[in-house]
């Protein structure tokens, strides 16, 4: 099976999605303390300002699946590319803290609708035998994001801009907001889309485009998949049967955000002035963080299927607790201040080589075909949700308790994921989806 160059161009479009995805999420860390003077910001009105645009991607998870099946993928990214738009440049030139707040929000709608739509846009078009690398560019663009975003603040940082510097770390984003834009004009809709809208011709045209070996036999295979599809959304997915794989999805997203990760990465500039950091100093070991988050990413991408998932998550478990037991107790000591930054960016990779590569492909492994979006809806809900209420209660609890205090919490939580990934969780490694689905009912 071969990538025609249409495939290779809609696999890169959808994933620039990813792309803005990662770094709108995480410039904020670049702008706190510029908002926290500029606006007067109290400890709880700085977690709001970051944690809005989460509970934007709350919304935007929820109302990406409805708005894709109606418009289709490819259209239901242009709002999204227009949300994008939307929110870097009202940032740039917001008039107040709550004008901010606003178009933070529209940003989350944005990453969350994106993060829904992009994956599926390119499943949908891709061939099965590229299926799973092609839509793990989506991942990949949303680590690179996350690097892109701390080389950016940085750079601008160093510019020396004065007063309007966070105005231009925020609405930087537009630039490839625009771009996003333009190329959606390019792809088409996938085949899936057009066959929901009786367009079998120009969905085989696609199919071709894609690089089908035999695009009616497909053609064909959607049809049915359609068809069946239809009578599995009267599927419940709160069913005594499914109490372990519900577990299982929810579970996971919680954990993934009591390790602290994305407080990380979104503070990841207050936590090195913490250590005592110039400012520039700050800008410049949060790029460490990025690129340790992108090699262990591309580490964890090789070994998934060699090792399995289980033995990832708890290699990362035992790593990530001893940094975050290591940063807590040099922010207690006050002593070795300067091994923060190794710390957290072994923390950052060892979490990329489990959590980050495992949570969205065992969600997807654990739940049967029957209520498979709906458990991964019910899994990134729960991801997202905490995602949001850690983000907003950090600076609150370093302000009224104490700089270690988080990581002490955060270390906690992974050797209490530890032990519920030993006991409880199973190996999905080398399992057809039909073989696991006995297993867990068992």
Known sequence: MRITSKLLRSTIVGALGGFLFGFDTVVISGTTHSLTEVFHLSASQLGLTVSIALWGTVLGC??????????GGRNALRIMALLYIASAFGCAFAWSWPSLMVFRFVGGLGIGGSSVLGPVYIAELAPASWRGRLVGAFQ?????????????NWYIASLGLGATEWRWQLGIAGLPAVLFLMTLFTIPQSSRFLITQNSHEDALAVLRDM??????????????????EEHEKSVPL???SLRL??????????????????????????????AGMSRMSTFSQSIFIGLS???????????????????????GAVGTFFCL???????????????????????IGFFALSQGAVIWVYIAEVFPTQVRSKGQSLGSGSHWIMNAI????????????????????????????????LLIYPETKGKTLEQLQAQLER
Do not use: C
């Not at 037991?325 to 923390?347: D, M």
């Open 62 to 71: 929820i109302i990406a699946g409805p708005l894709g099946q109606k418009l």
């Open 140 to 152: 990949i663009n949303i680590v690179i994001g996350i690097l892109i975003a701390y080389i950016s």
């Open 211 to 228: 690089g089908s070996e035999d695009p009616v036999a497909e053609l064909t295979a959607i049809r049915a998949s359609l068809h069946r």
């Open 238 to 240: 709160f069913q005594k």
């Open 245 to 274: 794989p519900i577990f299982l999805a929810v579970s996971i997203g919680f954990f993934n955000q009591l390790s602290g990760i994305n407080a990380i990465l979104y503070y990841a500039n207050d936590i090195f002035a913490f």
């Open 293 to 315: 988050n992108l090699v262990a990413t591309f580490i964890a991408m090789a070994l998934i299927d060699k090792l399995g998932r289980k033995t990832l998550l708890l290699i």
């Open 325 to 347: 037991l290591g940063t807590g107790y040099v922010f207690t000591t006050h002593q070795h201040l300067g091994y923060v930054v190794w710390l957290l960016v072994a923390f």
């Open 390 to 421: 850690i983000a907003l209660l950090f600076p609150l609890v370093v302000k009224n308790f104490s700089q270690a205090m988080p990581f002490y919490f955060f270390a906690a939580m992974t050797a209490l994921q530890f032990i519920v990934v």
